[in-house]
């Protein structure tokens, strides 16, 4: 029978047992974040945020690559975009983020050719069928995509598909939680980690968070019962005064995540410091296109000039981001700031903060 | 956007699987996940097969909170 089991993850008795047993818990006060938009509307969704005991408090951190995508990054994509013969290509999330001057959805209703792809593959398809076009990938996305991005990379590279272009601003999640948990007013007890990231990294990318730092780890899975578990267990180690990393998602996540994937990434990609929305330039935390690649490089095939950028004014997006705002804290939320006219990324991403709390919670 | 389907897959021909999405057919590149073969589940993210999905772990998973709960999870298999 075909993923049946998925039934137990869901099921309202087995999600009632573990609320029960966390309301059974009498240590101190904890704060998990959490840090895949995945997780976020989980959640949001299910409504474990209210459900939760009240000692534990729930806070979103940068967990949604399309949130924390810097506006210079797009504001570049979208010169690039309005280049004369190039085809602008990018997941569907970004469309509607609004950048510095106009999001690409309006740079497509302006006159740049912008589609958006379900994978990379397609663009490199569209880069086939239009040897006269330059098409440009946006490289939005963690190390879940980055190596599908790598594939593609290589694939156009070994069949000389020379117009096909990438931007990268992939970013790499554990950088951004030392980054997190070395900023003075992170008020934190324990990291929900990323499932599908992990399955790529391996849960051991975040021993340095748990072992240097002193905050504890569970990878976890996107079902009620997977998000309960891990909040049972985070609360256990912090309890016995323990601070590990830990693997609740072991369905989807092998202990040692994809080596062939991260051999592929790391044969086309080389790690860069980063610019995230909220936290600044994090050394490390990104990926650009190695020497060998460059030719795909749209960095370096197109010059923009972005000089103008600047971060949304009066958008608290940077502090939901870091955990130490809630949406309900922003003056926009709700009033100014909706799913309809979304004044920053949070508000906008199917994963936002904002979007989570907008749609489920208020 | 780090959503990742699982699927399993009907039909491989080099690196290119068959895979099938609640009832729906699609294609899904195995060059991340080079041992994966047909009837097995995988993870689908961004057209690319990104990881096994271990049936076996999935059940573990439900004996170890069935025991944290002190419960009959694996007996109250839910609608």
């Known amino acids: ?362 | 956007m780090c959503l990742a389907v699982p699927a399993k897959i009907t039909e491989m021909e080099n690196q290119i699987a068959t895979v099938q999405v609640g009832g729906l057919s699609r294609q899904a590149s195995t060059v991340l996940l080079p041992d994966a073969a047909v009837g097995d589940y995988v993870l689908i993210h961004a057209g690319f097969a990104i990881s096994l999905i271990d049936e076996e772990q999935a059940l573990e998973t439900i004996r170890l909170f069935d025991e944290m709960t002190g419960g009959m999870a694996s007996g109250g298999g839910g609608a």
């Open chain 1, 1 to 362: 029978m075909p993923l049946t089991y998925l039934d137990e993850f869901r099921s309202a008795p087995h999600v009632q047992r573990l609320l029960d047993e966390l309301n059974e818990r009498r240590g101190a006060e904890l704060k998990i974040m959490e840090v895949c938009g995945t997780h976020t509307m989980a959640i949001s969704r299910y409504g474990i945020r209210q459900a939760a005991p009240r000692g534990i408090t729930l806070i979103s951190g940068p967990g949604c690559p399309v949130c924390v995508t810097a506006n210079a990054d797009i504001d570049r994509f979208i010169e690039i975009a309005m280049l004369p013969g190039v085809i602008a290509t990018s997941f569907g999330d970004m469309l509607r983020v609004p950048g510095t001057r106009m999001g690409l959805a309006e740079a497509r209703s302006r006159g740049a050719d912008v589609r958006i792809v379900y994978s990379p593959l397609d663009a490199l398809k569209m880069a086939r069928d239009n040897p006269s076009k330059h098409v440009v990938f946006f490289g939005v996305g963690f190390e879940t995509t980055a190596p599908t991005v790598a594939a593609t990379l290589l694939e156009a590279h070994e069949q000389g598909i020379n117009n096909f272009f990438v931007q990268s601003v992939h970013k790499l999640v554990p950088p951004a939680l030392e980054a997190l948990c070395s900023m003075p007013d992170l008020d934190i007890d324990a990291f929900l980690c990323p499932g599908h990231v992990s399955a790529i990294i391996g849960p051991q990318a975040y021993k340095p968070v748990a072992e240097e730092f002193g905050i504890p780890c569970v990878v976890a899975g996107f079902e009620p019962v997977d998000v309960l578990q891990s909040l049972i267990m985070l609360a256990a180690q912090v309890d016995e005064g323990r601070s590990e990393v830990e693997l609740q998602y072991s369905r989807g996540v092998r202990p040692d995540g994809n080596p062939q994937a991260m051999a592929l990434l790391h044969s086309v990609f080389e790690p860069a410091d980063a610019e995230w929305r909220g936290l600044g330039i994090i050394p490390g935390s990104g990926l650009t296109i190695g020497d060998r690649f460059s030719s795909h490089d749209a960095s370096v095939r197109f010059q923009v000039d972005v000089s103008y950028s600047h971060e949304p004014r009066g958008c608290i997006c940077g502090e939901i981001l870091t955990g130490v705002h809630t949406p309900r804290q922003c003056k926009m939320f709700r009033k100014v700031c909706t799913p309809d006219h979304p004044l920053g990324p949070c508000m906008v991403s199917s994963e936002g903060t904002c979007a989570a709390y907008y749609q489920y919670e208020d």
